[in-house]
């Protein structure tokens, strides 16, 4: 296989800089992009590393201004990776607005936008990639993360969305959905944050019990155990996707990794079923009359995961 030329957002820490180093074992290129990028990775750069500032966050005018540049890097890009994430405790009562809005900037709006700027180059050169990083807990909100959950959730529509009008064109659309791995996904974007994204304990006092219980699990469960690599994650990640460039399909959807998150996905599907079932009496009591009777093919056909 021809080097593939690969763009990563989030890329100067955590996963981001396991998925630089993974392409690059691979005998890629890559761009590897992020917040004071061309500072914080001056020392990655080469004739087979590029960097660019590139802050999802920012305007959409200003991630298409830094997309162009970099796809003038290498004369074209092949991969997009939407790596750039970002999670802190919060109860849903005393969220800011400011606080809602830079997770979903980071987690949803940005990626929407990189991934704009990105299709035209795209369908211009015949074919190319888009993954995104989402998480096992959008299946599965955990108290007080509510935000970030939801927010994983909303990236993870998109992706389906998206794969689904890409759905004829030579542009491969997966989501990687990884359960707890060590990286720096909770700590402040910078000095002057003022949101409480660092150290949070909830004012409310109603809260303090299942807050004091949420932090029990993860204390005594989850933090000893956290079953994720993040270089095997990288390993999975850039090995599925070079293996499906170029051949639209390949891959499915939706790719879940760990074995945390393949459990919260099973028990969601499963209890999700169970209550369909249990409630679906209460479901057909809004039909109008005979609607028992009508047929959903086309419908069910633009929903499906499988077409």
């Known amino acids: 296989m021809a080097p593939l030329i690969w763009l990563i957002t989030g890329a100067t820490s955590g996963l981001g ?35 660019v500032d590139l802050d999802v966050s920012a305007s959409r005018e ?68 888009v993954a995104f990083i989402g998480a096992g807990v959008a299946w599965a909100p955990i108290p007080f993360l509510a935000h970030y959950s939801a927010s994983k959730a909303a990236l993870d529509r998109f992706a389906e969305g998206l794969r689904k009008e890409l759905r004829g064109q030579c542009i491969h659309c997966t989501i990687f959905e990884p359960g707890g791995f060590a990286s720096q996904l909770g ?52 090995d599925l996707v070079r293996s499906s460039e170029g051949m639209a399909g ?9 074995s945390d998150s393949l459990a919260l996905v099973r028990q969601k599907c499963k209890e999700q079923l169970e209550l369909a079932d249990g409630f679906e009496h209460v479901s057909r009591r809004t039909d109008r009359e005979n609607a028992a009777d009508l047929r959903y093919d086309g419908m069910l056909g633009l929903t499906s995961l499988l077409s």
């Not at 630089?20 to 890629?28: E, F, K, M, N």
């Not at 796809?71 to 969220?95: H, M, Q, T, Y």
């Not at 303090?208 to 390993?235: Q, R, S, W, Y």
Request: hydrophobic share 45%; proline share 5%; net charge negative.
């Open 187 to 238: 700590r402040p974007r910078d000095r002057s944050d003022d949101e409480g994204f660092g150290q949070y304990q909830p004012t409310v006092p109603d809260y303090a019990g299942l807050f004091a219980e949420t932090m029990g699990v993860f204390a005594n469960e989850v933090a000893p155990n956290i079953p994720g690599d993040v270089v095997k994650l990288a390993d999975i990640v850039v």
């Open 62 to 129: 200003r991630i298409e201004t830094q997309v162009k540049k970099a796809w003038e890097c290498f004369g074209r890009i092949d991969i997009l990776v939407n790596n750039a994430g970002f999670s802190a405790p919060k109860a849903i009562e005393e969220a800011s607005d400011g606080f809602m809005q830079r997770i979903f900037d980071v987690n949803v709006f940005g990626p929407i936008r990189v991934t704009q700027a990105i299709l035209p180059y795209f369908r211009s050169q015949g074919c190319g990639s």
């Open 250 to 258: 390949q891959l499915p959807v939706r790719v879940v990794l760990g």
């Open 17 to 51: 800089e396991a998925l630089v180093s993974r392409a690059l074992a691979a005998g890629d290129a890559v761009v590897a992009t992020g917040r004071q990028a061309e500072e914080r990775l001056a020392h990655l750069k080469s004739d087979k590393v590029a960097v």
